[in-house]
C-alpha cells in the first residue's frame, strides 16, 4: 500500500457547490496532517493543519479518522479561485514529509 | 521576508552535463528537503536534511547529491544530467523536527535534452 493516496480527479464543479477529497494513509503512527494547496506551475502552500480530530477555516474544513486512516477536506461554496491541486501530508515526528500526488479541482462559472 | 530561494528558475542543460541548484532560506528552519514534480507523479522527495551537517535519501536519491553546507543552504547536484532529470525541483524549509509547515521555494525548472 502507497504511504499516501488520494484520488487524482479532476473533480469539476460549479461554484457554489460543496466538494469534499479523500486521502488514506499507511503509516498509523502519523501525527499531524497536513493538506497544501498548488495552484498550476506554482510552489505548495500550507492550506490546514490538522492536530486532532478536524480544522475548519472559513469555507475549508478537514476531517480526520485515525481508526480507518483517512483525512478529509471539505470546501463549501467553492469559487472559482479554489481551482488548484490539493495535496495530503500525514506526518510522523521525526520523519520527512511525504507527499500524496494530489487531487485537482476544477471550478467553473 | 525572502523566505526560500531558489537559483536558479529556469536551466537546459545537455546530457551529460553537470549542475547545482542553490537553495536559501533565512527562516532559521532546521530541517530542509529536495523534491522534483513530474506531471502525474506528485512531489517526490530526492534527499532531506534533518539538521545541519545531516543528509538522507528520500524517494529518489539516484543522480543526485546534496550538501547542507550550513543550516541557511541546502544544494542539489547533479553529476551527469540524463533527460530522465527534466523536472521541477522544489526546495523546502521546516521549522521543527521534520513535521512541521513546509515553506516551499518558486521551483527550478530543469529541461535535460
Known amino acids: 500500500r502507497k504511504e499516501v493516496e488520494q484520488d487524482p480527479g479532476p473533480f469539476n464543479v460549479p461554484e457554489g457547490a460543496t466538494v469534499a477529497f479523500n486521502c488514506t494513509y499507511s503509516n498509523s503512527a502519523s501525527q499531524s496532517f497536513f493538506w497544501y494547496r498548488q495552484d498550476c506551475r506554482k510552489e505548495p502552500k500550507l492550506l490546514m493543519s490538522v492536530y486532532s480530530s478536524g480544522n475548519e477555516d472559513g469555507r475549508f474544513t478537514a476531517q480526520l479518522n485515525r481508526a480507518s486512516q483517512y483525512i478529509s477536506l471539505l470546501i463549501r461554496d467553492s469559487k472559482l479561485s479554489d481551482s488548484a491541486t490539493y495535496l495530503c501530508v500525514p506526518n510522523q515526528a521525526g520523519t520527512a514529509l511525504i507527499f500524496g500526488k494530489g487531487t485537482t479541482l476544477s471550478v467553473s462559472s | 521576508n525572502a523566505g526560500v530561494t531558489q537559483t536558479p528558475k529556469f536551466q537546459v542543460l545537455k546530457t551529460g552535463q553537470s549542475m547545482t541548484l542553490q537553495c536559501a532560506q533565512d527562516?532559521?528552519?532546521?530541517?530542509m528537503y529536495w523534491y522534483r514534480q513530474d506531471p502525474g507523479m506528485g512531489l517526490r522527495l530526492i534527499y532531506y536534511s534533518a539538521s545541519e551537517g545531516t543528509t538522507d535519501k528520500g524517494e529518489v536519491p539516484n543522480g543526485y547529491n546534496v550538501s547542507r553546507l550550513n543550516k541557511r543552504e541546502f544544494s542539489l547536484r547533479l553529476e551527469s544530467a540524463a533527460p530522465s532529470q527534466t523536472s521541477v525541483y522544489f526546495c523546502a524549509s521546516t521549522k521543527g523536527p521534520l513535521n512541521t509547515e513546509a515553506f516551499f521555494g518558486q521551483g527550478t525548472r530543469l529541461t535535460v535534452v
Open positions: 527562516m532559521n528552519h532546521n530541517s
